[in-house]
């Protein structure tokens, strides 16, 4: 079942690339006690992923933090070495955004927003959405309706709604 407004983020573990190689997060405790914008998005390096998705969160990244919240995490159905990657040369990184690969699909599963698409290799991977959570329990929440657009939840509609 989808996850909603006033609902509570569960465990899950992701890993991020830390300064010593790939590291293990327990998401719900990551974010315990702190006001975060997590987007999640089917997969690094594709079309509307870099070019809308991505891009809209570094461009409103200022004006989040303006707005009270702690971090922007992006989670994605990659591996930690292509999540490091992509965040180094969109500029993610470097605009503050934490890259998170969720590489079994856990988070995406926790969430209940999953989606597979065989011809092109998706399994099990996250449905394009945009959230703001306040210490564990969702505030804001889109999830895009169609596939290849990015307009519900692009950084700049989640910024109007916080």
Not at 53 to 61: A, E, G, K, N, Q
Not at 108 to 131: E, H, N, W
């Amino acid at each position: 079942m989808p996850i909603t407004v006033g609902d509570r983020i569960q465990s899950s573990t992701v890993l991020h690339m830390g300064e010593n190689g790939p590291e293990e997060i327990d998401v719900a405790k990551h974010i315990s006690g702190k006001r975060v914008v997590i987007f999640g998005l089917p997969g690094a390096f594709t079309s509307t992923c870099s070019m809308a998705h991505l891009p809209s969160f570094i461009r409103t990244y200022e004006a989040f933090k303006e707005k009270g919240i702690d971090e922007i995490i992006c989670v994605s159905v990659n591996d930690v070495f292509v999540m490091a990657k992509w965040g180094e040369t969109t500029g993610a990184t470097e605009a503050g955004i934490t890259m998170l690969a969720d590489w079994s699909s856990a988070f995406g599963k926790s969430i209940g927003l999953t989606f597979d698409a065989p011809p092109v290799g998706y399994i099990q991977r996250i449905l394009r959405c945009a959230m703001v959570v306040n210490d564990g329990v969702v505030e804001v929440l889109q999830v895009e309706e169609g596939r290849g657009v990015c307009e519900m939840t692009a950084g700049e509609t989640l910024l109007e709604m916080v």
